[in-house]
């Protein structure tokens, strides 16, 4: 069926260490995936986006890696902030764009 | 830019009665809006897709009837839950988009849903 699952609930990591977060989809036909920070009685927030066309994207500390061929999808986050700690969702849209489907999560701690 | 409220925040309501959410998108039109809840600890998940002036369309599971959604203009669309009851408890969340699809989302900061 469709899915989006992460491979793991929850990370510490100390202030300062990358933090590596990662996603697993089973739908090969979605051609669009996101990353979204989530804090506590807040609205997903967008991070970044990548097109099944590439494998690799970078922001401003934060990069996304994209493995079509094990379907699985990476967000890295250099120099890990308290800021960051929040819980991150990977969605991914099916090819059209009609519809988004969002994984499980995963909670981020980031030790002081 | 790109920013969308959602009305209100936070809303307690006696088992049975009904309660109307309204999402907005403040600066730009929204062809599309879509409606997500997500109870504790989960993810989020699609409850319906709306167009401006046409049908929601809803996610398998999830009652037409009981989950009334109206889009009825390019800058508002409004969820009602219907006779709501305990379980219905939830954090909403809409989006909307500028396009026809679920490419360029826009996240609204969601409302909490308490049914006692």
């Known amino acids: 069926g469709e899915s989006v699952g992460l491979h793991l609930p929850t990370l510490s990591v100390q202030e300062g260490d990358n933090s590596i977060i990662n996603c697993a989809y089973s739908n090969s036909a979605s051609d669009y995936f996101i990353w979204y920070k989530q804090e506590s009685g807040k609205g997903p927030q967008f991070i970044i986006d990548i097109r099944s066309n590439m494998d690799k994207r970078q922001g401003q500390r934060v990069t996304v890696l994209l493995n079509k061929t094990v379907k699985h999808l990476s967000l890295q986050i250099a120099a890990t902030q308290p800021g960051d700690s929040a819980v991150y969702f990977c969605?991914?849209?099916?090819?059209?764009?009609?519809?988004?489907?969002f994984g499980a999560g995963t909670r981020l701690f980031v030790k002081a | 830019g790109a920013v969308v409220s959602q009305h209100p925040s936070r809303v307690i309501c006696k088992s049975g009665t009904s309660v109307k959410i309204e999402c907005r998108s403040l600066d730009f039109q929204a062809t599309t809006m879509f409606w997500y809840r997500q109870f504790p600890k989960q993810s989020l998940m699609l409850m319906a897709t709306s167009n401006e002036g046409s049908k929601a369309t809803y996610e398998q599971g999830v009652e037409k009837d009981k989950f009334l959604i109206n889009h009825a203009s390019l800058t508002l669309s409004t969820l009602t839950v219907t006779s709501a009851h305990p379980e219905d408890s939830s954090f909403y969340i809409c989006?909307?988009?500028?396009?026809?699809?679920?490419?360029?989302?826009?996240f609204g900061p969601g409302t909490r849903l308490t049914v006692t």
């Open positions: 989006s909307a988009s500028p396009t026809s699809g679920a490419n360029e989302q826009y």
């Open positions: 969605a991914e849209n099916l090819t059209g764009g009609f519809k988004t489907i």
